[in-house]
């Protein structure tokens, strides 16, 4: 249910999801890419601002985050894709009197306590695990952010098609039980092998006609067919949390919900250094997705400009 006030200016959130998308940033067709999923989502305002108005309407609630993309033989502690987005937003959410908890991937815990240490926020993270999560009350929300969902065959994959074995905890069984209990369920990915994609899985098929292969021979291609009650695209995964923090500082009128630019680096560079590596160049670096760690940062300060032009 959407509660906003019909005063209210869409353009800033409309200018968030094209930044998300990374127009004017990256490649020009890989940012069309992410704007037609947009799109195909159909929704009747900014998906940002979608997400972050359900998201201000439980404070005082419980939710949990998700992140996590491990690898053994490539990325044995995980990508520095969505554990930076996953904090970001937790202590966005935890300062608007949400109250979150991070699960991770065990490769990636003693990182993600690293990484909120440089952000300078208590949060509580824990390891992933399924036998207790599946036995406690479910949170009234749940984020999976840059967490590898499974395929129709139900194999997790690489985008370029790697299964993943040993690595990744599958958490697509929990979302779905979680969401049947009534737990309101968001997903935010960007390659379409993530957990929420569900929603989109014959548009990434159409757009995208390489997903439907992979190397493991399982015969179901890329995409994770997991559905999300709410999905966001983005360019890169961290970038669409980024927004919707960006969003509620909006909405809350309340400049201290944003990531800022600075932190931006910060956790990157300690990102590599804990050995959290860019998924695609599948080497630890000062950048993330393939792309410099200059271009995230400058993905940082747009938002942040337009939050604070909104605030004016």
Same mark, same amino acid.
């Given at each position: 249910?959407?509660?906003?006030?019909?005063?209210?200016?869409?353009?800033?959130?409309?200018?968030?999801?094209?930044?998300?998308?990374?127009?004017?940033?990256?490649?020009?067709?890989?940012?069309?890419?992410?704007?037609?999923?947009?799109?195909?989502?159909?929704?009747?305002?900014?998906?940002?601002?979608?997400?972050?108005?359900?998201?201000?309407?439980?404070?005082?609630?419980?939710?949990?985050?998700?992140?996590?993309?491990?690898?053994?033989?490539?990325?044995?502690?995980?990508?520095?894709?969505?554990?930076?987005?996953?904090?970001?937003?937790?202590?966005?959410?935890?300062?608007?009197?949400?109250?979150?908890?991070?699960?991770?991937?065990?490769?990636?815990?003693?990182?993600?306590?690293?990484?909120?240490?440089?952000? +300078?926020?208590?949060? !509580?993270?824990? /390891? $992933?695990?399924? *036998?207790? =999560?599946?036995?406690?009350?479910?949170? #009234?929300?749940? @984020?999976?952010?840059?967490?590898?969902?499974?395929?129709?065959?139900?194999?997790?994959?690489?985008?370029? +098609?790697?299964?993943? !074995?040993?690595? /990744? $905890?599958?958490? *697509?069984? =929990?979302?779905?039980?979680?969401?049947? #209990?009534?737990? @309101?369920?968001?997903?935010?990915?960007?390659?379409?092998?993530?957990?929420?994609?569900?929603?989109?899985?014959?548009?990434?098929?159409?757009?995208?006609?390489?997903?439907?292969?992979?190397?493991?021979?399982?015969?179901?291609?890329?995409?994770?067919?997991?559905?999300?009650?709410?999905?966001?695209?983005?360019?890169?995964?961290?970038?669409?949390?980024?927004?919707?923090?960006?969003?509620?500082?909006?909405?809350?009128?309340?400049?201290?919900?944003?990531?800022?630019?600075?932190?931006?680096?910060?956790?990157?560079?300690?990102?590599?250094?804990?050995?959290?590596?860019?998924?695609?160049?599948?080497?630890?670096?000062?950048?993330?997705?393939?792309?410099?760690?200059?271009?995230?940062?400058?993905?940082?300060?747009?938002?942040?400009?337009?939050?604070?032009?909104?605030?004016?």
């Amino acid at each position: 249910m959407i509660l906003l006030d019909s005063s209210l200016n869409l353009e800033p959130f409309r200018q968030i999801d094209q930044v998300i998308s990374g127009e004017g940033f990256i490649a020009p067709p890989s940012s069309a890419y992410i704007q037609r999923l947009q799109a195909a989502l159909s929704e009747p305002v900014p998906l940002t601002l979608l997400i972050a108005d359900r998201l201000r309407q439980l404070k005082g609630k419980h939710v949990s985050l998700f992140t996590g993309f491990v690898v053994p033989k490539l990325y044995p502690r995980g990508e520095n894709d969505g554990p930076l987005g996953t904090l970001a937003l937790a202590r966005t959410l935890k300062r608007c009197g949400l109250i979150p908890t991070i699960w991770v991937d065990p490769p990636l815990l003693e990182n993600a306590m690293w990484l909120a240490a440089e952000l +300078g926020v208590e949060l !509580d993270i824990h /390891s $992933i695990d399924l *036998d207790l =999560l599946g036995q406690v009350t479910p949170p #009234a929300t749940a @984020l999976a952010i840059e967490k590898p969902g499974r395929n129709a065959q139900g194999v997790m994959h690489t985008f370029d +098609g790697i299964a993943i !074995d040993g690595g /990744s $905890i599958p958490i *697509d069984d =929990l979302f779905m039980q979680w969401q049947t #209990a009534g737990t @309101l369920t968001i997903g935010i990915g960007d390659r379409g092998n993530e957990v929420g994609f569900g929603n989109l899985a014959k548009t990434v098929a159409q757009l995208l006609p390489v997903s439907a292969t992979c190397r493991c021979g399982c015969g179901g291609g890329v995409v994770s067919v997991t559905p999300s009650q709410l999905f966001l695209p983005a360019a890169v995964s961290n970038w669409g949390a980024y927004g919707i923090a960006a969003a509620l500082a909006i909405l809350e009128r309340d400049g201290r919900l944003l990531y800022l630019p600075d932190e931006e680096e910060r956790l990157l560079h300690v990102a590599a250094v804990r050995g959290c590596v860019d998924g695609v160049r599948r080497q630890s670096g000062f950048g993330v997705d393939g792309l410099g760690g200059r271009v995230s940062i400058a993905i940082v300060q747009e938002l942040r400009t337009i939050a604070q032009t909104a605030l004016q």
